[in-house]
């Protein structure tokens, strides 16, 4: 688990050093165990020269800096041969160079059928595995790899850089292509090193991040920075780009199979994924609720582990009654389990807040994501550099009231006739139940499948955006861009009931883009790789087969899920309604929180003053302040745009 970068002239002009050691260092915390630099010739006639530090750089550079127009960077966080496995890593000719990030779960297995056609190794890492499946797969080698990665292959005899980011977008990786400079790193602050990229807000990403509370791949909210979706390859030659899917990723829905064998099925799938990603050479741990999910990995670590594993949770302070970190103890105890806990306060959230939107680079309306960080730093403290967590579950066994909405629509469109629809909102005002019941009423107004998929997923109609955004800023928006973004994800959806169709859609946009890249930044802040062994390949070969039928039954979300699990953690949890982080945000946004954001929108130039309207935030600020309308969801959002706003716009040293 690292971090990478690169930079390639195509111009011709040479790469600065300095530069590029400044791409790689603004990842410092993605790997703190090393730290290397490569300048390379692209025609091949001057020897590389890989380097540290610009003290340590070699002599020949300072002849022959013009040959060197491509440099790659690499931090390394050490999980995996801890003394063979520095990057950038070539082969033996020095003709193929990578830089990469992540974890190829099936390497050992990979090296195996390579050994065979005649490869040989030096080292015993994945990184060098990724190489020699490059010489001998070409561009059809992610295809064979079971991981979470992003990585770049400088080919030497193709003059082409080769870049690829894992089946379900695991592993976030930038891209950009500026003044004949072609960049690419695993952190948006890296390209940003680079004072020349223009710093330009883009209004049409912009839009998609209020409608989904994130910002869907390719866009970022940066003019002309993209984000490589996944299960993408990126091609680079001096005579252009090009970008292709390597993975066909529609599964047919297998209606044949039985309810058993289905469980069975999952029941080795699941073991088999816990196990294979338990592969480390450092200390490892779990990221604990008390949820199924969570649970029943601590199980199976207990059970492939020789020594108690570690495991950590967090509360939220005034979310006593839901917190889980008593639940989260008695599945320790059982299991054996080394226990740690963290009470997280307001002050706490915001105090992090710069940090955190600095360290996620990306705005997102997700009021548990900065939690995370406090999971993968207190584990940190104790030597832990691996977690593995629940993630991904949810969304491929259906495990969210979306869900239950979706295979239930048809009965449910009960709940909107007279008088419901006017007495709910006004009985349930203020709570998180009376916002759910007018999502509910705005989704079921949709006329066909692309608008009811988008409202959704958006948090907001097409009233509350015109309220929100600034009369000029809303004329330069792509308004049917959303709804065009979510129509291209059903177009590759399989054939089916409408509850699979959602399955699809959510586990290739919503996850990987707000929850995944959450996970990723906030564990990587902490220096910590986190897993998930849900969206393990072949696992999820199994779960996307599934017919929904079997994924909510009745009133019971993730059934089949919840059935499989029940040979490792039994009834008792697996029938236990879902919390997962239920922080105290609505709580905090009327107090210290609140104040916070005050203080931040006060100033004429910040984010919410130039491209917003404040006085109607204010006013939704003061609703919640006084719980006639549970804003929190929207609220946390713009603090999380103003705080990016601050970090990345207005931060001295930018």
């Not at 058993?260 to 196990?275: I, M």
């Amino acid at each position: 688990m690292c971090g990478i970068c690169g930079l390639w002239n195509l111009s011709g002009a040479p790469v600065d050093p300095a530069l590029l050691v400044a791409m790689r260092d603004s990842m410092s915390h993605r790997g703190p165990d090393g730290a290397l630099c490569a300048l390379l010739d692209v025609r091949g006639c001057a020897e590389p020269i890989v380097f540290e530090n610009l003290g340590a750089l070699d002599p020949r550079f300072v002849t022959r800096n013009a040959q060197f127009i491509l440099g790659l960077g690499h931090r390394r966080l050490a999980i995996i041969d801890l003394d063979t496995g520095d990057q950038p890593m070539c082969n033996e000719d020095g003709s193929v160079w990578v830089v990469y990030n992540g974890e190829v779960y099936n390497y050992r297995e990979l090296r195996r059928e390579l050994e065979v056609r005649g490869h040989v190794f030096r080292t015993t890492s994945d990184t060098e595995v990724i190489i020699h499946a490059y010489e001998e797969y070409g561009k059809e080698c992610p295809t064979r790899f079971n991981g979470i990665f992003a990585f770049a292959i400088w080919d030497l005899r193709r003059r082409s850089l080769f870049l690829a980011r894992d089946h379900f977008g695991v592993k976030p990786l930038y891209y950009c292509l500026q003044n004949g400079r072609f960049y690419f790193a695993s952190e948006l602050k890296a390209i940003l090193a680079d004072l020349t990229v223009p710093r330009e807000l883009d209004l049409d990403a912009l839009n998609l991040c209020l409608t989904f509370r994130h910002t869907p791949s390719p866009w970022t909210l940066f003019r002309d920075i993209y984000k490589l979706p996944p299960g993408f390859s990126l091609s680079v030659t001096q005579e252009g780009i090009w970008k292709e899917r390597y993975w066909e990723d529609t599964s047919a829905i297998d209606r044949s199979s039985t309810e058993a064998e289905w469980v069975e099925a999952l029941q080795e799938a699941v073991e088999n994924a816990v196990a294979r990603q338990m592969v480390s050479d450092v200390p490892i741990g779990v990221s604990l609720s008390s949820g199924v999910d969570s649970t029943t990995i601590l199980a199976l670590m207990s059970k492939h582990s020789s020594d108690p594993v570690r495991a950590f949770t967090v509360g939220f302070a005034g979310r006593e009654a839901t917190s889980e970190i008593e639940p989260a103890r008695q599945m320790a105890t059982r299991f054996g389990a080394e226990f740690h806990d963290l009470v997280i306060t307001a002050g706490d959230y915001a105090d992090f807040m710069a940090r955190y939107l600095w360290h996620l680079e990306e705005p997102i309306g997700n009021q548990a994501a900065a939690a995370y960080y406090f999971v993968a730093e207190m584990a940190r403290q104790r030597g832990v550099k691996v977690l593995l967590n629940g993630q991904g579950a949810d969304e491929a066994f259906a495990g969210y009231p979306r869900y239950l909405a979706t295979a239930h629509s048809r009965w449910l469109r009960f709940g909107t006739v007279p008088p419901l629809r006017w007495v709910l909102p006004i009985l349930f005002a203020g709570t998180v139940l009376g916002e759910r019941y007018r999502r509910f009423l705005f989704t079921l107004g949709s006329s066909n499948e692309e608008d009811r998929f988008q409202r959704v997923f958006s948090i907001l109609t097409d009233e509350m955006r015109r309220q929100l955004v600034r009369p000029d800023v809303l004329a330069q928006m792509d308004l049917d861009l959303p709804c065009g973004y979510v129509r291209e994800q059903l177009s590759r959806a399989p054939l089916g009931i409408p509850l699979e169709r959602m399955i699809y859609v959510d586990l290739r946009t919503s996850l990987p883009d707000n929850l995944l890249l959450c996970e990723d930044k906030m564990a990587m802040a902490a220096s910590v790789e986190a897993r998930v062994p849900f969206l393990d390949l072949e696992l999820m070969t199994v779960a996307e087969q599934i017919p929904g039928k079997f994924k909510v039954r009745g009133l019971r979300d993730k059934y089949i899920h919840r059935k499989a699990c029940t040979h490792w953690v039994g009834r008792e949890v697996t029938s236990r309604p879902q919390i997962g982080f239920d922080t105290a945000v609505d709580l905090w946004l009327r107090t210290q929180l609140g104040d916070h954001m005050r203080q931040l929108i006060e100033s004429p130039s910040s984010f919410i003053n130039i491209f917003l309207d404040p006085k109607h935030i204010l006013d939704l600020m003061q609703e919640h302040a006084e719980r006639r309308r549970d804003h929190q969801r929207i609220l946390f959002l713009l603090l999380s745009l103003e705080s990016w706003y601050q970090a990345f716009f207005k931060c001295e040293g930018w």
